[in-house]
């Protein structure tokens, strides 16, 4: 059975950081991409980060200098180190895995909560 349980998420002041980890079990955990999105409620998915198996990382723009993916393959979890939050970072955050088959599977979120 697949499983990935993120863990991490809460309630911080802008300017603050977190660290939101996902631990996944079920799958080959080395030979996938994972990735980070967030939801707000109402609004559309949005991508945060991507790491690749071989530790290549990606983010869009508006999340550069901010967040940080990560990954520890001996413990089979990815890391999202989140600095400087606002606001508007305030979503469900989202781990998943993404197989070079195309299969992928994803979390049941944590909740992150920025107060001003």
């Known amino acids: 059975q697949v499983q990935l349980v993120e863990s991490g998420g809460g309630l911080v002041q802008a300017g603050g950081s977190l660290r939101l980890s996902c631990a996944a079990s079920g799958i080959s955990f080395s030979i996938n991409a994972m990735a980070w999105y967030r939801q707000v409620p109402g609004k559309q998915r949005e991508w945060v980060a991507t790491?690749?198996?071989?530790?290549?990382?990606n983010y869009p723009d508006s999340m550069k200098g901010r967040f940080t993916i990560s990954r520890d393959d001996a413990k089979n979890t990815v890391y999202l180190q989140m600095s400087s939050l606002k606001p508007e970072d305030t979503a469900v955050y989202y781990c998943q895995s993404f197989s070079s088959t195309g299969t992928y599977y994803r979390g049941q979120g944590t909740q992150v909560t920025v107060s001003s």
């Open positions: 790491i690749t198996s071989r530790g290549a990382t």
